[in-house]
């Protein structure tokens, strides 16, 4: 999926980022935890250096409880980085995360230093609720709609720790291309530059792989179809999502499947595996490669026209 959704004030909120960064003791990156991997933005390790970093995976309620705890073992194990899931119906879930990251920078605490923390996310992973949440008051607008934090703001909590928050920025391209298709499903890009019924087939092929008794039970499916296009079309018949002719609707149908999805009504369901994560890196890496062999050439063709000059 070849999609491009990088704002204006999300280029400038990566500009402030890199300038603030010096100053924080430590990083909060808010993921959704039916995408761990794909929720992840790489400038944040691209900018961190060696500030700690604590992953917190935010509506954990929507995804599936046993690959959540892997996610969680996964990230632990990496240098400088600790994980806590929670969900946003737990509003005490969500403060607990103020005492992992005072345990994280114990030598701030100690000396009864302000704590100063960057949280970010990409957009709609429920950071603006959580920053609601940890100042008990409403600070930050919130929406289920992807892109709605524009402005980056200083938040002083009680607890002697200053929140800077910043803009829900993707990066500039979505790759490999099932990151993009991920993000599309859990509405972390907006519906109006994603085609839904590409999105609902491959949320559908994705739950005929690794969850096919969810669409068993939910859509009441006698026979489960083999190809994904046949279950969108079981599907709409099963919701009355007929066209004339008899025709299924494809577009209403997927409508469906991706709210219903979205608000957890199919079922607790993640996207994405660890070993799926690794995979990924290995094509991203791959790519970066190539890009950066790609531009070495053409600079060397470049110089080649100056030196005849």
Known sequence: ????????????????????????????????ARIPFSSENP????????????????KSDLADPAQTEIWLQHFKAQRGI?????????????????????????HRVSQDKLLRALICGIPNVGKSTTINILADRIIAKTGN??????AQQRIRLDNNIVLHDTPGFLWPKLEPEDCGYRLAITGGIKDTV????????????????????????????????EQPIDVMDAIARQR?????????????????????????????????????AEEAKIIIAEKEAERAAKAEEEDGKKKKRRRRK
């Open 82 to 106: 600790d994980a806590i899931a929670v969900t946003q119906h737990d509003p005490k879930s969500v403060k607990d995360l103020l005492n992992v990251i005072s345990d994280m920078v114990p």
């Open 43 to 58: 400038l944040v390790p691209a900018l961190r250096g060696d500030t700690p970093v604590l992953k917190v995976l935010n």
């Open 240 to 276: 009355a999502c007929i066209r004339k002719g008899g025709i299924a609707d494809l577009y209403k149908v997927s409508e469906i499947i991706l709210n219903e999805y979205r608000s957890g009504t199919l079922g607790r369901i993640t996207l994405e595996t660890v070993e799926q």
């Open 194 to 225: 994603t085609e839904k019924e590409d999105i609902a087939y491959y949320a559908v092929e994705y739950l005929l792989e690794h969850y096919p008794e969810l669409l068993v039970e939910r859509y009441q499916l006698k026979d489960l179809p």
């Open 1 to 32: 999926m070849a999609i491009n959704w990088f704002p204006g004030h999300m280029h400038k909120a990566r500009k402030e980022i890199a300038e603030i960064m010096p100053q924080v003791d430590v990083i909060i990156e808010i993921l959704d």
């Open 145 to 150: 709609e992807a892109g709605v934090t524009k």
